[in-house]
């Protein structure tokens, strides 16, 4: 039902598509973490973006379709870690300098 909706796409884009680009992107932003100075913020950044949108869909699952997605679920779980990693790599960064 989920990925049947009104909400399964994204002007035209899949959902899971932007989750999948995201999620690359992110392996990208985190192997430039070896590299660059500011990209451990940067990551902290594309992670809160994704645990943003991931919230948003999870409401609509709950509060508007009144359905749940186990796979949606999974993903909210790992972004949410992804952002606290990130976050704890963006402080130690910091505090690195």
């Known amino acids: 039902m989920v990925n049947r909706s009104i909400y399964s796409d994204v002007g035209g884009v899949p959902v899971a598509l932007v989750g999948v680009l995201g999620y690359c992107g992110l392996l990208g932003m985190a192997i430039l973490c070896w590299k660059e100075r500011g990209a451990p ?12 949108f991931a919230v948003y869909l999870t409401y609509i699952e709950g509060f508007v379709l009144a359905v749940w997605c186990v796979l949606c679920l999974s993903s909210l779980g790992l972004i949410s870690a992804i952002t606290v990693l990130s976050g704890f790599l963006a402080m130690y960064s910091k505090a690195k300098r």
Do not use: E, F, Q, T
């Open 41 to 52: 913020v940067l990551l902290l950044m594309g992670s809160l973006a994704g645990l943003a």
